[in-house]
């Protein structure tokens, strides 16, 4: 028995003891704690409201070895729908750091942000971090104001289809699985066995269609003439410079320069950064990457979570490829 198992155990024993009894206990915050605003800076009766948008975009619930804690969809619709009670909020600033995921986990975020806009008037600028790829640029594209950092990389506007494949490895050991239909592409997509060609061209179309949603809606908000959009067709990523030039993204700087800009667009002179969280954080600030997640930062220890793009489900994503697997 390791160590980490022991003390896992210990932690552990005092649920185990009052599940017996019937009494309930909460070792964590969860996600049935109320959200709070905490100001990170500034001062005056109005306010920008952060967001910060994490990792892979999905509506599942994220798991991990002690716990649940809820999907990116669910976290950011929760902070939108509490900004929109509060008249004080007159900006939203977006802080991405996302290969994308999705593709309906993004299509909801960008709908939600959307109405969000149209229903407060509140401005949205994006702040791009690290990363902010294909479904995290989808998500971005109702902003007023789309910032990159110096060294984000971002684009990859396009459509992958991922097929986990089983067959090689049934095949090896000898296992194999018997399906009785109805309809001849009624298995299509089987890890159990290839494709057809004609199941191949058929999920081809379905990408295809996909694509060019996505395209429609980056020349719809960004009006990229059309040599910039043949560019970004390609699907490829870009960095912070290229996409400046291409029209991806409206400027380049670091987080206090989207606060600015912020302050800018929605008039005001003086205002409070503040954001949701259900944990206060001692000495928090803008690079806090905890978000609203119900996560004690007390417990990181024993946080061990699975990525979702470490065994992606199949389907079809507004996702990096080079991010799968991170």
């Known amino acids: 028995m390791t160590h980490l198992f022991r003390f896992i155990l210990i932690l552990l024993m005092p649920v185990i003891i009052m599940s017996c009894g019937g009494a309930k206990i909460r070792l964590f915050t969860d996600a049935s704690d109320p959200l709070k605003e905490f100001t990170l800076e500034g001062r005056g009766a109005d306010k920008i409201l952060l967001i910060s948008v994490n990792g892979m975009i999905s509506d599942a619930s994220q798991k991990s070895l002690v716990r649940s804690k809820p999907s990116v969809v669910q976290q950011i619709v929760a902070q939108l729908k509490k900004a929109e009670k509060d008249k004080q909020i007159k900006a939203v600033l977006l802080k991405i750091n996302s290969p994308g995921g999705t593709i309906t986990a993004s299509d909801i975020l960008y709908h939600e942000i959307s109405e969000f806009k149209e229903r407060t008037k509140a401005k949205l600028i994006v702040s791009m971090m690290d990363i902010a790829t294909s479904g995290a640029y989808y998500i971005s594209l109702p902003a007023d104001m789309i910032m990159a950092h110096p060294t984000t ?10 097929q986990p494949k089983v067959k090689g490895l049934m095949d090896k050991i000898g296992f194999g699985v018997e399906v009785k239909k109805t309809g001849r592409n009624k298995d299509m997509g089987s890890p159990f066995r290839e494709g057809t060609q004609e199941e191949q061209q058929l999920f081809q179309n379905m990408a295809d269609d996909f694509g060019r949603r996505f395209i429609s809606l980056v020349q719809t908000h960004r009006k990229s003439d059309q040599s910039a959009l043949a560019e970004i067709s390609t699907a ?55 978000g609203m997640e119900a996560d004690n930062q007390n417990t990181s220890a024993i946080n061990i979570e699975i990525p979702e793009s470490f065994y992606p489900n199949a389907g079809f994503y507004y996702l990096w490829g080079a991010a799968v697997g991170d």
């Open 153 to 162: 990389v971002t684009g990859s506007v396009g459509v992958i289809f991922l």
């Open 236 to 290: 490829r990523v870009f960095l912070a410079d290229d996409a400046l030039k291409l029209g991806l993204v409206d400027n380049i700087g670091y987080l206090s320069d989207a606060v600015t800009e912020a302050k800018k667009l929605a008039g005001l002179e003086d205002a409070k950064l503040v954001t949701y969280r259900r944990t206060e954080f001692p000495e928090d600030n803008v690079y806090n990457t905890a």
